[in-house]
Protein backbone atom coordinates (compact mmCIF):
# COMPACT_ATOMS: atom_id res chain seq x y z
CA UNK A 1 0.00 0.00 0.00
CA UNK A 2 3.03 2.21 0.41
CA UNK A 3 3.10 2.55 -3.50
CA UNK A 4 0.01 3.06 -3.60
CA UNK A 5 -0.47 6.12 -1.08
CA UNK A 6 2.97 7.47 -2.67
CA UNK A 7 1.15 7.63 -6.17
CA UNK A 8 -2.07 9.02 -4.76
CA UNK A 9 -0.08 11.79 -2.84
CA UNK A 10 1.49 12.54 -6.22
CA UNK A 11 -1.60 13.16 -7.24
CA UNK A 12 -3.24 14.96 -5.12
CA UNK A 13 0.36 17.16 -5.03
CA UNK A 14 -0.14 17.47 -8.96
CA UNK A 15 -3.76 18.91 -8.22
CA UNK A 16 -3.39 20.88 -5.40
CA UNK A 17 -0.73 23.17 -7.53
CA UNK A 18 -2.96 23.02 -10.42
CA UNK A 19 -5.41 24.57 -8.57
CA UNK A 20 -3.61 27.09 -7.00
CA UNK A 21 -2.24 28.11 -10.40
CA UNK A 22 -5.81 28.09 -11.81
CA UNK A 23 -7.16 30.09 -9.09
CA UNK A 24 -4.49 32.56 -9.55
CA UNK A 25 -4.80 32.81 -13.17
CA UNK A 26 -8.57 31.98 -14.37
CA UNK A 27 -10.64 33.73 -11.09
CA UNK A 28 -13.54 31.63 -11.90
CA UNK A 29 -14.86 29.71 -9.09
CA UNK A 30 -16.82 26.54 -10.90
CA UNK A 31 -13.25 25.21 -12.03
CA UNK A 32 -11.41 25.91 -8.54
CA UNK A 33 -14.04 23.99 -6.95
CA UNK A 34 -13.27 21.05 -9.26
CA UNK A 35 -9.81 21.07 -8.72
CA UNK A 36 -9.88 21.59 -5.15
CA UNK A 37 -12.48 18.61 -5.07
CA UNK A 38 -10.08 16.13 -6.81
CA UNK A 39 -7.36 17.40 -4.64
CA UNK A 40 -9.60 16.41 -1.66
CA UNK A 41 -10.78 13.06 -3.08
CA UNK A 42 -6.78 11.95 -4.06
CA UNK A 43 -5.61 13.22 -0.89
CA UNK A 44 -8.32 11.22 1.21
CA UNK A 45 -6.87 8.04 -1.06
CA UNK A 46 -3.82 8.34 -0.24
CA UNK A 47 -4.75 8.84 3.82
CA UNK A 48 -6.28 5.70 3.29
CA UNK A 49 -3.79 3.44 1.92
CA UNK A 50 -0.89 5.17 4.47
CA UNK A 51 -3.11 4.51 7.03
CA UNK A 52 -3.95 0.74 5.81
CA UNK A 53 0.14 0.06 5.21
CA UNK A 54 0.73 1.21 8.63
CA UNK A 55 -2.07 -0.69 9.97
CA UNK A 56 -1.77 -4.44 8.41
CA UNK A 57 2.28 -4.14 7.53
CA UNK A 58 3.45 -5.07 3.89
CA UNK A 59 1.78 -6.87 1.47
CA UNK A 60 3.44 -9.39 -0.62
CA UNK A 61 2.79 -7.03 -3.82
CA UNK A 62 5.32 -4.71 -1.69
CA UNK A 63 8.28 -6.77 -1.33
CA UNK A 64 10.64 -8.19 -3.74
CA UNK A 65 11.27 -11.13 -2.79
CA UNK A 66 7.67 -12.32 -2.89
CA UNK A 67 5.84 -15.19 -4.37
CA UNK A 68 2.85 -15.68 -5.58
CA UNK A 69 2.10 -18.67 -3.22
CA UNK A 70 1.52 -15.99 0.11
CA UNK A 71 -1.24 -14.62 -1.84
CA UNK A 72 -3.38 -17.79 -2.17
CA UNK A 73 -6.44 -19.33 -0.40
CA UNK A 74 -9.85 -18.26 -0.17
CA UNK A 75 -10.75 -14.86 -1.16
CA UNK A 76 -14.32 -14.39 0.13
CA UNK A 77 -17.68 -15.52 -0.27
CA UNK A 78 -19.68 -14.70 -3.66
CA UNK A 79 -23.33 -15.17 -3.24
CA UNK A 80 -24.58 -18.00 -5.78
CA UNK A 81 -27.92 -16.38 -6.89
CA UNK A 82 -29.47 -13.59 -5.80
CA UNK A 83 -32.02 -11.12 -6.97
CA UNK A 84 -31.09 -7.82 -5.13
CA UNK A 85 -28.94 -7.20 -7.92
CA UNK A 86 -31.17 -6.82 -10.61
CA UNK A 87 -33.85 -5.25 -8.62
CA UNK A 88 -31.39 -2.46 -7.54
CA UNK A 89 -30.46 -1.99 -11.26
CA UNK A 90 -34.81 -1.76 -12.01
CA UNK A 91 -34.69 0.67 -9.50
CA UNK A 92 -31.94 2.59 -10.56
CA UNK A 93 -33.28 2.89 -14.40
CA UNK A 94 -36.93 3.62 -13.14
CA UNK A 95 -35.74 6.35 -10.82
CA UNK A 96 -33.65 7.93 -13.97
CA UNK A 97 -37.02 7.86 -16.09
CA UNK A 98 -38.93 9.23 -13.18
CA UNK A 99 -36.62 12.39 -13.34
CA UNK A 100 -37.17 12.87 -16.75
CA UNK A 101 -41.08 11.71 -16.81
CA UNK A 102 -42.66 12.38 -13.40
CA UNK A 103 -41.92 12.27 -9.68
CA UNK A 104 -44.30 9.55 -8.96
CA UNK A 105 -42.45 7.74 -11.40
CA UNK A 106 -39.24 8.64 -9.44
CA UNK A 107 -40.60 7.70 -6.19
CA UNK A 108 -41.18 4.48 -7.24
CA UNK A 109 -37.73 3.87 -8.57
CA UNK A 110 -36.43 4.90 -5.18
CA UNK A 111 -38.33 2.77 -3.67
CA UNK A 112 -37.37 0.21 -5.60
CA UNK A 113 -33.57 0.79 -5.43
CA UNK A 114 -34.41 0.93 -1.24
CA UNK A 115 -35.63 -1.99 -1.27
CA UNK A 116 -32.88 -3.46 -3.21
CA UNK A 117 -29.72 -1.81 -1.63
CA UNK A 118 -31.70 -2.90 1.44
CA UNK A 119 -32.19 -6.50 0.24
CA UNK A 120 -28.52 -6.90 -0.80
CA UNK A 121 -26.92 -5.38 2.24
CA UNK A 122 -29.05 -7.45 4.73
CA UNK A 123 -28.88 -10.91 2.62
CA UNK A 124 -26.69 -12.59 4.65
CA UNK A 125 -26.07 -10.73 7.90
CA UNK A 126 -26.76 -13.82 9.65
CA UNK A 127 -24.52 -15.93 8.04
CA UNK A 128 -21.19 -16.50 9.72
CA UNK A 129 -17.85 -17.90 8.10
Known sequence: M???AY???GVAAFFLVTDVA???FAREPAGAAALTVSFLMSALIAFFCAVNQRR???????RKDSEI???SGPVDFFPPHSPYPPMVALGATVLAVGV???LWLALIGVGVLAAGV???VF???GRHD
Open 2 to 4: KTE
Open 7 to 9: LFA
Open 22 to 24: YIW
Open 56 to 62: KGSRPED
Open 69 to 71: RER
Open 100 to 102: VFG
Open 118 to 120: FGM
Open 123 to 125: EFA
